[in-house]
């Protein structure tokens, strides 16, 4: 089948993943969420010196900042999720799909020898399976009921 | 389109044949050409594993709600009335986007006033094309499943993913 094979042939950079925000280890957390909230993304790479040593997403924000009481001018590094699992744009679609289920994570960044090119979320990916078969999602009602409860019109 | 029965030839969206009064509508379907498109088509929400839904009272704060959310280690919780009917839902987006760094000292503050409230929503005999549509299409991450108003489960953009992949791997 189609999706099947795709999975396997097509690469990473098919999806044109995002472009990554980028703070640095030493910038405090609020720095970090208000990047996040102007961009409506929910994560975002720690870098030193253009390598990525980690990833700071909203579930870091609430586990690592919030419920341990810390305040939001605390360094990034000491809270976010160091050496996070990356892929390379050239890998394929299955194996970034793999490396997000087995580690249940929603967003994986795309390097290029640890240089950060991209993020590719989960949302990224659904759509793309969306894509594959666009007039059973697309083509629907908006209700799931057809028959109207009463005659429209006067 | 051109009436299958008698030949006629009808204005394109009729929904019976102007000559022979044949229904339409049928044809207007997509038809299903593989195990996945068959499956999302036709396969019903509950076929998805039943994640039990965690909900949080109307009167709780939003410290209530992060401390919920740590011990269940989910991202979103539905707020229910005393009814048990889902009003809102609150996620790890909303505390980023309306909560932190917005306001001071939010621990005690009402969850009402933060979650997002009147949620897209499917019922559990919804068909999974229309989970997808709501997610796809709306952004969200997160799809509660009610009965009768009811939140009975939730779908997460994750499950369906894990869902089409091994949909994909058996065909």
């Known amino acids: 089948m189609d999706l099947t094979r795709n999975l396997i042939n097509e690469t990473v950079s098919r999806l044109y993943p995002t472009q990554p925000l980028l703070v640095q280890r030493t910038s405090p957390v609020a720095d970090a969420v208000k990047l996040m909230r102007e ?7 720690v870098c030193e010196q253009r390598r990525v040593v980690g990833i700071f997403t909203e579930r870091d924000l609430l586990r690592r900042v919030l419920l341990e009481g810390k305040q939001l001018d605390t360094p990034i590094a000491e809270c976010m999720t160091p050496d996070p699992v990356t892929v390379h744009p050239k890998d394929s679609i299955s194996s970034a799909i ?9 967003h994986l960044p795309v390097v290029i020898d640890d240089k950060p090119v991209g993020i590719l979320s989960v949302k990224r990916i659904v759509h793309y399976l969306v894509e594959h078969f666009p007039t059973m999602v697309y083509n629907l009602p908006p209700h799931p009921q057809p028959i109207q409860p009463r005659r429209e019109g006067a | 389109m051109i009436c299958p029965s008698c030949g006629h030839k009808n204005l394109p969206g009729d929904d019976v044949c102007r000559h022979c009064k044949q229904p339409l509508t049928a044809f207007d379907l997509p038809q299903p050409e593989n195990p996945v498109e ?15 839904p965690v909900t949080i009272g109307q009167a709780a704060t939003i410290g209530d709600a992060m401390e919920m959310m740590q011990s269940t280690n989910v991202g979103a919780i539905l707020v229910v009335d005393d009814a ?3 009003v809102g839902i609150f996620s790890e987006r909303d505390l980023l986007k309306r909560v932190v760094g917005n306001v001071a000292d939010f621990q005690k503050l009402p969850i009402t006033q933060f979650m997002t409230p009147r949620p897209e929503c499917v019922a559990t005999t919804d068909t999974l094309n229309f989970v997808l549509q709501k997610m796809d299409a709306g952004g969200y991450r997160h799809v509660p499943v009610l009965e009768n108003g009811k939140p009975v489960s939730i779908i997460s953009a994750r499950d369906m993913l894990r869902f089409l992949t091994r949909l994909c791997r058996e065909a």
């Open chain 2, 38 to 52: 068959q499956s999302l088509m036709f396969d019903q929400v509950k076929t998805l594993k039943q994640n039990a």
């Open chain 1, 39 to 45: 961009k409506k993304v929910g994560c975002v790479l």
């Open chain 1, 98 to 106: 793999k490396r997000m289920q087995k580690g249940g994570y929603r």
């Open chain 2, 84 to 86: 048990g009917r889902l």
